[in-house]
């Protein structure tokens, strides 16, 4: 796992944003649909709810070439976050489950 500090300059207010940078294992949800997902570290979890505090967190998610506005979801089975991955992501970047792939996000 790589953490990035990225600058902004917001006016005066220079803010740093944390950037993410995983390789994540692909899986899919047992049951009715094809909801794919990946699961963050668990010591993300702790560091994330620390900063954003309870529920889903919304954030910037890029894997591979595409980037789209998404939200980390609470898993209390891995007591981590999970993040589902667009059919449309999986579709344009040949994405399967049991596929590691890169995931980068930064919290919004």
Known sequence: ????????????KVKKIKKYKL?????KWPGDGAWHF???PKNLYTEIR???GK???PIRTTVYKTTWDNSLFPHTQSQSYI?????SVRNAEG???????????VLR
């Open 1 to 12: 796992m790589k953490k990035v500090l990225v600058k902004k300059n917001l006016g005066k």
């Open 23 to 27: 390789t994540l294992k692909v899986w």
């Open 38 to 40: 990946v699961t963050l």
């Open 50 to 52: 620390g900063i954003h």
């Open 55 to 57: 529920g889903m967190v």
């Open 83 to 87: 993040l589902a991955i667009r059919k």
């Open 95 to 105: 994405i399967f489950e049991g596929d590691e792939i890169p995931v980068s996000f």
